[in-house]
């Protein structure tokens, strides 16, 4: 069998779940590391035997070999890579949010227009069975004209104070269902009004509410908390409402689909986003990049998602967060 050959730049948290979803790919083979850190480096190195190692993603996008190349840093050092890479004649797989500006998304589309190679960011929610399924029954026409989306993506206070030094839960996980309202209406959103509230002082808020008004008429709703009890028994509290004029459709995502008690208590643990199963990171991480592995392989251009719509629900997400700050409705041209 044919193997692309895959580079992961950003080897923090989620840069090794790529890493162990990549190496479980028979189509793939997991070829180069990089990340600035030369022990996390050599421990991964290690550990997915890769022997292609790399302190300085420049050097390793001279490399021939490498084919594709997955950027996992944080969201405000993606620019460069990307475009480093295109330029460098590489495929691009590309972590959501696309960027930390409007200005670099569209650095970042303007180049993807520039080239062959395939550009895709990585909207892992387009790859959960239970929103494509919904996707689908909205294409169907079953519940007629959507009116309203209600979105719920929260997250215990642990977990989420890892994160709210670098990201706030507006766009950190807000970006997800805002992607999502944007995918299944079609529409294009006129104005936005956000509020948030900031309880442990991190720089940013621990929890945020958005309202979106589209085009179509529709309006949504996301809520996105980082901070509920440290025992709550998951990880993700993922729920969507969607009313249409001739009907509605219900994701309850993780708890209780799946739960354990032990002698510490309820635990609900993921079985959607990067499970193992049976020793092996499945899941839509897993099924979004076999995707575009297989796109790479088959000489195909990515369809589940544009450049363009990734650009869209980082411009959305960051005039909710400007609302917030301003307490004031912002109006999308």
């Given at each position: ?12 948290w ?66 460069e ?7 460098a ?29 395939y ?123 969607i ?14 689909n ?42 195909k ?6 450049p ?15 609302s ?10």
């Amino acid at each position: 069998m044919n193997k692309v050959k895959f580079a992961v730049i950003g080897l923090g948290w989620f840069g090794q779940k790529h890493c162990e979803a990549l190496s479980a790919l028979s189509h793939v083979e997991l070829y180069a590391l990089c990340t600035r850190t030369e022990s996390r480096l050599k421990e991964l190195g290690d550990h997915f035997h890769v022997k292609h190692l790399y302190t300085d993603y420049h050097e390793l996008l001279r490399n021939p070999e490498v084919e594709v190349v997955s950027i996992v840093t944080m969201w405000d050092q993606h620019t460069e890579p990307v475009l480093a890479s295109l330029q460098a004649g590489k495929h691009v797989f590309l972590e959501k949010p696309m960027a930390s500006t409007v200005a670099d998304c569209q650095k970042i589309v303007d180049a993807t227009q520039k080239t062959d190679k395939y550009f895709m960011v990585g909207h892992i929610c387009r790859f959960n069975p239970r929103y494509a399924a919904a996707k689908a029954v909205l294409a169907e026409g079953r519940i007629g004209k959507i009116v309203s989306i209600y979105a719920r993506r929260n997250i215990p206070e642990m977990v989420g104070a890892t994160a709210l030094p670098k990201i706030g839960p507006i766009m950190g996980d807000g970006v997800h269902d805002t992607d999502l309202m944007l995918w299944y209406t079609g529409a294009r959103i006129k104005s936005v009004y956000a509020q948030t509230q900031t309880i442990r002082h991190f720089p940013h808020p621990d929890l945020g509410w958005t309202v979106y008004r589209f085009d179509s008429g529709a309006i949504g709703v996301c809520e996105n908390v980082w901070f509920l009890p440290e025992k709550t028994a998951f990880q993700i509290d993922e729920r969507m409402e969607i009313i249409g004029t001739n009907g509605s459709i219900h994701i309850h995502e993780t708890h209780p689909n799946f739960s354990v008690c032990d002698k510490t208590g309820w635990h609900s643990p993921d079985t959607t986003y990067w499970p193992l199963l049976h020793g092996v990171r499945s899941g839509a991480l897993r099924e979004e990049l076999s995707y575009f592995a297989t796109c790479v392989l088959e000489g195909k251009k990515p369809t589940v998602i544009e450049p363009e719509e990734s650009m869209e629900t980082v411009r959305a997400c960051l005039a909710a967060e400007e609302s917030a700050v301003k307490n004031q409705i912002i109006t999308l041209d």
